[in-house]
């Protein structure tokens, strides 16, 4: 998608801090940090939200996860714990309109989230 930002940053036309990237997601550090580690973990094909995925693109959250658990062993918070999060739509909290999952690690999380 051409206004999409996070797809302007899979195409290369926007700089980000890139992480962990392969044939189907591609990982950035967040711009606004919520923990010490705050990462973003998308798939390259634009997706708007998980309500939005069709069976298709099923395994693409297989991939995601699985960029998780690399990146968490790469940041050095997978013995220690860390947080997945995806917000879906407006009242779930996001506010870009490509799938993704935040990563958090680094400190304590605590509960509810808020």
């Not at 999409?4 to 967040?30: E, M, N, P, T, Y």
């Not at 069709?54 to 998780?68: N, Q, R």
């Not at 658990?69 to 997945?84: M, P």
Request: net charge negative.
């Amino acid at each position: 998608m051409d206004d999409c930002i996070f797809c302007k940053i899979v195409a290369g036309k926007i700089s980000a801090q890139i992480v962990h990237q392969d044939k189907s997601v591609l990982a950035f550090r967040d711009l606004n940090p919520q923990a010490p580690v705050h990462i973003l973990i998308i798939p390259r094909k634009h997706i708007d939200q998980i309500s939005s995925m069709e069976e298709a693109d099923l395994p693409l959250l297989g991939d995601i996860y699985g960029a998780v658990k690399t990146i968490a062993l790469q940041e050095g918070i997978s013995e220690t714990g860390f947080r997945v999060v995806a917000n879906n739509g407006p009242d779930g909290g996001q506010t870009v309109g490509h799938l993704h999952l935040h990563l958090l690690g680094g400190r304590l999380m605590h509960w509810p989230p808020g």
